[in-house]
């Protein structure tokens, strides 16, 4: 019969799950520098879009659409663009063109921006981003479209930056190169502003 003891090692290797700091969570090294690289990533993802919309810097904006100068950021995308006109809910997303949706929007992308770049209020804003891309995904909507520029009928990057966003927030990843340890002596470890 072959049993085996627990050794101190093993101890060591069994997850915590009152774990509250990223080096108790993610273990490998390569893992957490991965971790913080794709926080970044994300984080500009979300900045760079408002940067954008804001001062139209031409790259999904022209100048002459931009916020400041009083171009509509939700417009574009919600009335415009074909992916959502066309889709089964193009008409119901139309309606959150413009006004108090710009600001909205904005917001959002701001604050899920710089709260994954300085690693601070991550939870939240991971939370807020999924509810983004949540209806961002129903706006263009894929399913049962073929042929319309979509190349995977069910998922798309929608997917993958939401659950990119909560992977990060519960991994604790701000806590490296960020603010995430001192933001949570303040907010306290388990809290949804951590």
Partial sequence: MNTTHATRH????????????????????????????????????????????????GYGTPAENAWIDGGSPTTGFLTKNPAVVEGPFGDFFANFAGGVWDWLFMFGLLGIGVAFLAGAGMKIAAWGGTLLMALMYFAEFPIGRDGEGFTNPIFDSHWIEALGLIVLAYTFAGDKLGLGRWWSRIVGSDSILR
């Fill in 10 to 57: 093993d101890l060591d290797t069994v997850p915590d799950h009152g774990a509250t700091h990223f080096e108790d969570v993610v273990r490998n090294p390569v893992a957490r520098w991965a971790l913080v690289a794709l926080r970044y990533v994300l984080g500009f993802t979300f900045l760079w879009p408002f940067l954008d919309k804001m001062f139209g810097l």
